[in-house]
């Protein structure tokens, strides 16, 4: 199992004193991505505890709404990791999740939501080491960007 086990997104974490921590979820498809963080889990590979994996067949199942709500439920910052192009066990679920992806940053753009708030990752089931990687790498971009748009749009107190 990973360091993470599959979570349903939660309520966001109050503001507090310290550097802001994003709240990151990740939608893994059950074959490579979480196959993959698994394997980062068994390495003992470091990764942010603030990225959530939320298990999904397929990334062909993540869509827009998918990403659309958990940003409106506090995370700061959304991916969806599948297999390799050319992989997916469904075929090309993958490749249909990384249009929507394409799709939805220019529909966040268009409202003044940073596009590199979502993300698409591909990666092998033996990619432990890659899975930890993308964690980090994302999880810092969104740092760089600063509470999402929900977070933004809650009343002070
Ligand atoms: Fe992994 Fe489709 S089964 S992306």
Redesign the pocket.
């Known amino acids: 199992m990973p360091d993470h086990p599959p979570t349903e997104p939660r309520s966001p974490a109050p503001p507090g004193p310290g550097p802001f921590e994003p709240r990151v979820i990740a939608f893994c ?5 979480y196959s993959a963080a698994d394997m980062a889990g068994s390495m003992r590979l470091q990764y942010p505890s603030n990225v959530e994996i939320v298990l999904v ?4 199942r993540f869509d827009a709404i998918l990403a659309l709500k958990a940003l409106e439920g506090g995370a700061d910052g959304v991916y969806a990791a ?2 390799l192009e050319g992989s ?3 075929l090309d ?2 490749v249909r ?1 990384r249009k929507r992806v394409t799709h939805l940053k220019k529909e966040l753009e268009s409202v003044g939501v940073d596009p590199g708030r979502v993300e698409m990752y591909n990666l092998s089931a033996s990619q432990g080491p890659r899975f930890a990687e993308i964690a980090r790498e994302f999880s810092g971009r969104i740092a760089e960007l600063g509470p999402g748009p929900a977070s933004r749009s809650k009343p002070p107190g």
């Open positions: 498809c059950q074959y490579c991505a067949p397929c990334t062909g599948g297999c997916c066990h469904f679920g993958n999740a």
